[in-house]
C-alpha cells in the first residue's frame, strides 16, 4: 500500500533552519504532484509548498517564500522542504501529501494520500 513517512522534525530556535524529508513507497513517484502543509494548533491544515511532476514548484502566499523550498529526488521517491530562517509562527506539524498528477491547485481535500505528520517547534 501506499507510505509516506515524513521525517526531519523537532525543536530549532528562530533563525535555524530545518530539512524535511518525506519518503515515499507504494506507488510511481514520478506521476504524483508532491505537496507540504501543515497544521498548527486550532488552526486548519494549509498548504505550504508542492512540486509538480515534472518539478514546477508552488508556495503559500508570502508568509513561507523565500525561506523554504521545496525539491524532489525521483531516483529515491523522495521530496524534502527545506527551511530557513524559522519563527515561531512556524511551529506545526508539518505533513506530505501525494496526488496523482495532474493535480488541482494544492487544496488539501484533493490529495490522495498523507503522510502522519512530523512536528516542528520553533522557539523564540
Known amino acids: 500500500q501506499v507510505q509516506l513517512v515524513e521525517s526531519g522534525g523537532g525543536l530549532v530556535q528562530a533563525g535555524g533552519s530545518l530539512r524535511l524529508s518525506c519518503a515515499a513507497s507504494?506507488?510511481?513517484?514520478?506521476?504524483?504532484?508532491m505537496g507540504w502543509f501543515r497544521q498548527a494548533p486550532g488552526k486548519e491544515r494549509e498548504f505550504v509548498a508542492g512540486?509538480?511532476?515534472?518539478?514546477?514548484?508552488?508556495y503559500s502566499g508570502g508568509s513561507v517564500k523565500g525561506r523554504f523550498t521545496i525539491f524532489r529526488d525521483n531516483a529515491k521517491n523522495t521530496v524534502y522542504l527545506q527551511m530557513n530562517s524559522l519563527k515561531p509562527e512556524d511551529t506545526a506539524v508539518y505533513y506530505c501529501?501525494?496526488?496523482?498528477?495532474?493535480?488541482?491547485?494544492?487544496?488539501?481535500?484533493?490529495?490522495?494520500?498523507w503522510g502522519k505528520g512530523t512536528l516542528v517547534t520553533v522557539s523564540s
Open positions: 507504494g506507488l510511481i513517484f514520478r506521476r504524483y504532484d
Open positions: 501529501a501525494a496526488e496523482t498528477a495532474p493535480g488541482r491547485s494544492w487544496q488539501p481535500s484533493g490529495m490522495d494520500y
Open positions: 512540486i509538480t511532476w515534472s518539478g514546477g514548484t508552488s
